[in-house]
T-cell receptor
Framework: KAGVTQTPRYLIKTRGQQVTLSCSPI?????VSWYQQTPGQGLQFLFEYFSETQRNKGNFPGRFSGRQFSNSRSEMNVSTLELGDSALYLC?????????????FGQGTRLTVV | AQTVTQSQPEMSVQEAETVTLSCTYD???????LFWYKQPPSRQMILVIR??????QNATENRFSVNFQKAAKSFSLKISDSQLGDAAMYFC?????????????????FGQGTILTVHP
């Protein structure tokens, strides 16, 4: 069974640009969550999608957005990139996103903003 | 808001020895789940062990076990017979069980992590 796949693995973007990251969950999983990981702030929850609907959102500015498609694949978009957006972005999938279901993580996308 | 604190930025252990990683958390909830995740250099987060707060018995997975002290809000991870492959960053994480207002869907709250080095 294939794991959670995130693409691309590495990205370099310029300040002011926008970027789209992709996450393909494990087959059958309908919940996808996104996290930002930085040395200073650690792992922070961005948002969660289930059946194409955003159910939960962390404390990030509106420049961070996401969506989920009917096949449960998810994308997150960051517009008007800032240097502080440089981070490892991780996505996690689970059956339902409820507390008793295990979350499986992808290997992440390393975004560098220059 | 829930918070998770790992007070040990780095720990080291000799191969075959035992090491304990500390974690404390703060919550007003009575039902929740606690996790330890491992993040090796490959960056992929791997679930090591899970503990349901309503269970008094400490969870165990092979060489990994926890000491869950609910009243003290403490959740430490013990790694026995340490192996070189255990070297990684370890994160303690919390997930609420109740979902008031949809604030718990898919959300894990992580500690800052502990880097574990295993010496041969």
């Amino acid at each position: 069974k294939a794991g959670v796949t995130q693409t691309p693995r590495y990205l370099i973007k310029t300040r002011g640009q926008q970027v789209t990251l992709s996450c393909s969950p494990i087959s059958g999983h309908r919940s996808v969550s996104w996290y930002q990981q930085t040395p200073g702030q650690g792992l922070q929850f961005l948002f969660e999608y289930f059946s194409e609907t955003q159910r939960n959102k962390g404390n990030f500015p509106g420049r961070f957005s996401g969506r989920q498609f009917s096949n449960s694949r998810s994308e997150m978009n960051v517009s008007t990139l800032e240097l502080g957006d440089s981070a490892l972005y991780l996505c996690a999938s689970s059956w339902t996103g409820f507390t008793n279901t295990e979350a499986f993580f992808g290997q992440g996308t390393r975004l560098t903003v220059v | 808001a829930q918070t998770v604190t790992q007070s040990q930025p780095e720990m080291s252990v000799q191969e075959a020895e035992t090491v304990t990683l500390s974690c404390t958390y703060d919550t007003s909830e009575s039902d929740y789940y606690l996790f330890w995740y491992k993040q090796p250099p490959s960056r992929q987060m791997i679930l090591v062990i899970r503990q349901e707060a309503y269970k008094q018995q400490n969870a165990t997975e092979n060489r990994f076990s926890v000491n869950f002290q609910k009243a003290a809000k403490s959740f430490s991870l013990k790694i026995s017979d340490s192996q070189l492959g255990d070297a990684a960053m370890y994160f303690c994480a919390y997930r609420a069980q109740k979902n008031a207002g949809g604030t718990s869907y898919g959300k894990l709250t992580f500690g800052q992590g502990t880097i574990l080095t295993v010496h041969p």
